[in-house]
Nanobody, 112 residues
């Protein structure tokens, strides 16, 4: 079982950024993918989750309306898109299979 994420993404304030998570080694449609971020102050924030099988999503209240989860079962890849990026969105974004197996994280930097 493996979750692979790209190393880094750069965004400007007000722009959108999309992070991918490619899964392998299991049936992608059968398990939730969670998204968690770790801020520079080391705080972990659970952003929400997606059921790749039916596209059902749950969002943490803080991210409701500004974040969208999606999944492409044909390529076993999940995505999180963050809109209207802010400086404080700078963090490492992790995908996690049922919070048990984690990707290596994608550093998202929001900078002007």
């Amino acid at each position: 079982v493996q979750l692979v994420q790209l190393g880094a993404e750069l965004s400007r304030p007000g722009a959108s950024v999309k992070v991918s998570c490619k899964a392998s080694g299991y049936n992608f449609s059968d398990y939730y993918i969670h998204w968690v971020r770790q801020t520079p102050g080391q705080k972990f924030e659970w952003m929400g989750r997606i059921d790749p099988g039916d596209g059902g999503t749950d969002y943490a209240q803080k991210f409701q309306g500004r974040v969208t989860f999606s999944a492409d079962t044909s390529i076993s890849t999940a995505y999180v898109e963050l809109r209207s990026a802010k400086f404080e969105d700078t963090a490492v974004y992790y995908c996690a299979l049922e919070l048990l197996r984690w990707g290596q994280g994608t550093q998202v930097t929001v900078s002007s």
